[in-house]
């Protein structure tokens, strides 16, 4: 072995992303961020872009952006070098609630360059509430508590978009937050960034069943299908469900379900539930109660639906822990890297953007057969791709292997990139 002084990058797919970011005008709305006091140094973008970059090439930690910094080749193509870890911990660490708003607002903005790019008539907002571990003792990493789950975790709010996978928004919350606490403003957060005339869908799980978040949505015109917990009011309600009203479900043999009008008590108005049951499995052991049935329940306010379509299509929001998952394995955020709860609200945003600049690779350039590809197939086939970097005159040319089997791929993505309209100044 040994060591070369060619231009060589291992990660020559990062161009790609660098291009998409540069087309939406991303690096100019992250570098309205006022958090750098002094002009000297490495810019906001360049640093939020830099993490992004990092958790994209594979990155798990702060500290793997030394990989990144070495990589010459790159800092060739970037017109800089990847910020050593300590300097990106303390642009994390620099961050307040004000810069936090400027970053949401930045996100603002960049949707509203991607709707025009994307079909938008209407849109499912998936709901959803996550524990982010964390590896030591309770309170050692602000907003870190001991849960129900019996983690030492903080618990953010996060929103994915059913059709296309994006993630729409994330709010860090402490570990001893209930899923639906600051649901209704988060609500409202997700709102704008969404264009006005879109026909708005929502799901959520039981987490968020409570009639003022219900009364929200419907004031918003907003069609859902909210879980309902199986207490004692809702089981007593399902076993006044005639036999002849149940209907055989779509979901498995043997399964039924029904739709019924119900006001509990607390509520001002009545609302439509729909409810399934599944037969016990051979063998299965039965209740205390002596029940035959396993029992799932959601409330709507969509009135077109069989209950059959309502619950099939409430079942499916389960992709968003799929979604989930692929922000947390494939793009570092199982643990939050930081000690003070902005700088990781911060860095909870920028995997945010890191994700979602991947799913618009897939959406806008990519090939159509990998739209349903994951982060670790994407690093494998178009990120992780190994390339030399020369000049050729006054240009610097990136030289993939004429052997790589997706080449015509990777130089077609570049060019539906390049032929996207460049973001207004």
Do not use: M
Request: with cysteine.
């Amino acid at each position: 072995i040994a060591p070369s002084s060619q231009q060589i990058t291992a990660h020559a797919g990062l161009v790609l992303v660098r291009e998409l970011a540069d087309r939406l005008g991303l690096p100019k709305l992250l570098d309205s961020i006022t958090v750098k006091k002094r002009k000297r140094g490495y810019s906001a973008a360049q640093q939020a872009l830099a993490l992004c970059e990092t958790l994209i090439a594979g990155g798990e930690c702060l500290e793997d952006a030394a990989l990144l910094r070495a990589d010459t080749a790159q800092a060739q193509l970037r017109g800089h070098a990847v910020p050593d870890p300590t300097a990106l911990g303390r642009f994390l660490a620099s961050f307040n609630l004000g810069h936090l708003g400027q970053l949401n607002r930045a996100l603002d903005r960049l949707f509203a360059r991607v709707h025009p790019l994307l079909e938008r008539e209407q849109v499912t907002l998936d709901l959803d509430s996550t524990l982010v571990e964390h590896h030591g003792p309770a309170g050692s990493r602000q907003g870190t508590r001991g849960t129900y789950a019996g983690k030492v975790a903080w618990h953010p709010l996060v929103c994915f978009l059913s059709e296309t996978g994006e993630w729409l928004h994330a709010k860090l919350r402490n570990g001893h937050a209930a899923p639906s606490t600051g649901a209704r403003r988060f609500l409202a957060e997700c709102l704008r960034r969404l264009p006005e005339a879109t026909r708005l869908f929502l799901r959520a799980d039981e987490g968020f069943f409570g009639k003022v978040f219900l009364a929200e949505l419907e004031q918003k015109r907003i069609t859902y299908t909210v879980g309902a917990p199986l207490i004692a009011s809702v089981r007593q309600r399902i076993a006044e469900i005639p036999e002849r009203e149940w209907r055989p479900s779509g979901y498995r043999q043997g399964s039924e379900v029904a739709s019924f009008l119900w006001r509990p008590k607390t509520w001002e108005r009545e609302r439509r539930f729909v409810a399934r049951r599944d037969p016990l499995e051979r063998g299965e052991q039965l209740t205390l109660e002596g029940r035959e049935w396993h029992y799932w329940v959601l409330v709507t306010n969509d009135e077109e639906r069989s209950a059959d379509e309502l619950e099939c299509w409430h079942r499916a929001k389960a992709n968003v822990e799929n979604r989930i998952r692929e922000a947390k394995l494939g793009l570092g955020l199982d643990n939050l890297p930081c000690r003070g709860f902005h700088a990781n609200w911060a860095y909870l945003l920028i995997t945010l953007i890191a994700y979602d600049l991947l799913v618009w690779l897939k959406l806008l350039a990519l090939p159509a057969g990998e739209r349903q590809s994951y982060a670790k197939r994407l690093r494998f086939r178009f990120i992780g791709v190994a390339a030399t970097v020369a000049r050729s005159g006054r240009r610097l040319v990136l030289r993939l292997s004429a052997a790589y089997p997706l080449l015509a791929d990777f130089a077609r993505a570049l060019q539906r990139i390049r032929a996207l309209a460049r973001a207004p100044a």
